[in-house]
């Protein structure tokens, strides 16, 4: 819809997928048939989702103006391998919690050369994509790969920001008794507000039936926790980044790895004890479940795309036939307003989308 939204206003785009498992392929194939290029499928290997971004990137006699980014991937791969192609870009719009802190990260190092939109924190953002949604979407993804029963079950979920909060409200509803780790004082005194038992994951680690990483952080479930599980412990993450689970130092000799069903896998210790792991660590609501379909009308159905835009003339936007502003996205808009923007209303800093938009 976003894509087609900005299509509709002028915009050139091209697209490519943020996680390797999210991409709908008929989605993809409609939006090429359409003519969108497009580089996504659903399943890519790492080396296919770099490859996917550079043939985003890189093509002759093409030179974008705007990027509309969700993890910070594109951003930190033109970085890398084409930072010339800044000089015209005007901004970057950013809409995922990491992305942002990647962001605020070459801001604070001197390294960020055009504005950028934090679009993840703006209101409708935040409490509908994720709250609201993964509120739900924790249920869908569980039930769907594990068939399992919430009743009684000892859930640990690792983060109470609004990702963490919607998983412990849902697990909570259900009958789940749910523990909280949580470094950030606020959002532990909410969490213990309410109702919720703040722990530290290695006092639980033994008896918990289900770990839930909701962070954004890295290593935050490490390889000393995952031996210390106990048998038939279901292990997943609801945070964009998928080094939350030290997946990587799963993949060792003496484990074995067995394929249950698609996104579902038993990794075997040699003493018999396993763990199910969800989606290879990835985020489980985007490769195991579906998004509610009002949800990403409010958030503009990007939470699992990319796009590489090239908006028209201003003058082009506002004779566009697409209603606006009541069905644009707070990505659009913060696209538009970017693009538009008089000379110095933005510095080479990360803002946060207008409370008016």
Same mark, same amino acid.
């Given at each position: 819809?976003?894509?087609?939204?900005?299509?509709?206003?002028?915009?050139? @785009?091209?697209?490519?997928?943020?996680?390797?498992?999210?991409?709908?392929?008929?989605?993809?194939?409609?939006?090429?048939?359409?003519?969108?290029?497009?580089?996504?499928?659903?399943?890519?290997?790492?080396?296919?989702?770099?490859?996917?971004?550079?043939?985003?990137?890189?093509?002759?006699?093409?030179?974008?103006?705007?990027?509309?980014?969700?993890?910070?991937?594109?951003?930190?791969?033109?970085?890398?391998?084409?930072?010339?192609?800044?000089?015209? /870009? #005007?901004?970057?719009?950013?809409?995922?919690?990491?992305?942002?802190? =990647?962001?605020?990260?070459?801001?604070?190092?001197?390294?960020? @050369? *055009?504005?950028?939109?934090?679009?993840?924190?703006?209101?409708?953002?935040?409490?509908f994509d994720n709250l609201y949604c993964c509120?739900?979407?924790? &249920?869908?993804?569980?039930?769907?790969?594990?068939?399992?029963?919430?009743?009684? #079950?000892?859930?640990?979920?690792?983060?109470?920001?609004?990702?963490? #909060?919607?998983? @412990?409200?849902?697990?909570?509803?259900?009958?789940?008794?749910?523990?909280?780790?949580? /470094?950030?004082?606020?959002?532990?005194? $909410?969490?213990?507000?309410?109702?919720?038992? &703040?722990?530290?994951?290695?006092?639980?680690?033994?008896?918990?039936?289900?770990?839930?990483?909701?962070?954004?952080?890295?290593?935050?479930?490490?390889?000393?926790?995952?031996?210390?599980?106990?048998? !038939?412990?279901?292990? @997943?993450?609801?945070?964009?980044?998928?080094?939350?689970?030290? *997946?990587?130092?799963?993949?060792?000799?003496?484990?074995?790895?067995?394929?249950?069903?698609?996104?579902?896998?038993?990794?075997?210790?040699?003493?018999?004890?396993?763990?199910? &792991?969800?989606?290879?660590?990835?985020?489980?609501?985007?490769?195991?479940?579906?998004?509610?379909?009002f949800v990403l009308s409010i958030t503009a159905?990007?939470?699992?795309?990319?796009?590489?835009? #090239?908006?028209?003339?201003? !003058? =082009?936007?506002? $004779?566009?036939?697409?209603?606006?502003?009541?069905?644009? !996205?707070?990505?659009?808009?913060?696209?538009?307003? &970017?693009?538009?923007?008089?000379?110095?209303?933005?510095?080479?800093?990360?803002?946060?989308?207008?409370?008016?938009?």
């Amino acid at each position: 819809v976003l894509m087609e939204t900005l299509g509709a206003l002028g915009a050139q @785009c091209r697209w490519a997928a943020c996680n390797i498992y999210s991409t709908l392929n008929e989605v993809a194939a409609a939006l090429a048939e359409s003519g969108f290029p497009v580089f996504a499928w659903k399943g890519e290997s790492e080396d296919d989702f770099w490859w996917c971004i550079d043939r985003c990137v890189n093509v002759e006699g093409w030179q974008p103006n705007m990027i509309l980014d969700d993890g910070g991937d594109l951003t930190h791969w033109i970085y890398k391998k084409y930072p010339n192609m800044f000089k015209k /870009i #005007k901004g970057i719009v950013e809409e995922s919690v990491t992305g942002v802190h =990647r962001l605020y990260q070459l801001s604070k190092a001197g390294k960020l @050369c *055009v504005p950028a939109m934090n679009v993840n924190d703006s209101v409708t953002k935040q409490k509908f994509d994720n709250l609201y949604c993964c509120r739900e979407s924790i &249920l869908d993804g569980l039930k769907r790969t594990t068939d399992m029963m919430f009743g009684g #079950k000892q859930v640990v979920v690792c983060g109470y920001g609004e990702v963490g #909060k919607g998983c @412990c409200a849902a697990l909570k509803a259900m009958g789940s008794i749910v523990y909280v780790t949580e /470094i950030d004082p606020i959002c532990a005194l $909410q969490a213990c507000m309410d109702g919720f038992r &703040l722990v530290k994951l290695n006092e639980v680690i033994r008896q918990v039936d289900i770990i839930i990483t909701c962070t954004g952080n890295k290593n935050v479930v490490t390889r000393e926790h995952l031996d210390r599980m106990k048998n !038939s412990c279901i292990v @997943c993450n609801m945070g964009h980044s998928n080094t939350e689970i030290d *997946v990587a130092s799963l993949r060792t000799p003496e484990l074995t790895w067995e394929r249950v069903r698609s996104q579902v896998d038993h990794v075997i210790w040699p003493d018999g004890k396993r763990i199910v &792991l969800l989606a290879e660590g990835r985020l489980l609501n985007l490769s195991c479940s579906t998004v509610p379909t009002f949800v990403l009308s409010i958030t503009a159905t990007t939470q699992a795309s990319r796009v590489w835009a #090239k908006p028209g003339a201003a !003058s =082009r936007s506002q $004779q566009a036939t697409v209603p606006y502003p009541s069905v644009f !996205s707070p990505q659009a808009l913060a696209l538009i307003e &970017l693009y538009n923007a008089p000379e110095g209303r933005y510095k080479q800093d990360v803002y946060l989308l207008p409370k008016k938009m």
